[in-house]
Nanobody
């Protein structure tokens, strides 16, 4: 089970830290993906972190602004987003793919992930 939180209304240039609390997984052999879906758009991958192997992926275009991390003590993945702009406004989802230890070299694909949390809304407006 995944529980995403941390969204809200921010101004351009502000930061947000999204959380994805994971529970019910019997091992750390899985990966967490962050996705976002803007109104009228398709759900798209943003970032990935593999819990057991520590592998991560962020696209080059976001590496200077976004950071993905994992807290073992709280079984929670985080997506730190800085310098937000209006294009970042979307519903953000986290999802898990069990039995996976590597994120690869591309953004996560919706079809790869089996377990989804509810979304958390990020609104960027001045």
């Amino acid at each position: 089970q995944l529980q995403a939180s941390g969204g809200g209304l921010v101004q351009p240039g502000d930061s947000l830290k999204l959380s994805c609390a994971a529970s019910g997984f019997t091992s750390n052999y899985y990966k967490i993906g962050w996705f976002r879906q803007a109104p009228g758009g398709e759900r798209q991958g943003v970032a990935c972190i593999a819990i057991a192997g520590g592998s991560t992926f962020l696209p080059d275009s976001d590496k200077g602004r976004f950071t993905i991390s994992w807290d073992n003590a709280n079984n929670t993945a985080y997506l730190q987003m800085n310098s937000l702009n209006v294009d970042d406004a979307a519903v953000y989802y986290c999802a898990a793919r069990p039995f996976s230890y590597y994120c690869g070299d591309s953004v996560p694909f919706v079809e790869e992930y089996d377990h989804w949390g509810q979304g958390t809304l990020v609104t960027v407006s001045s």
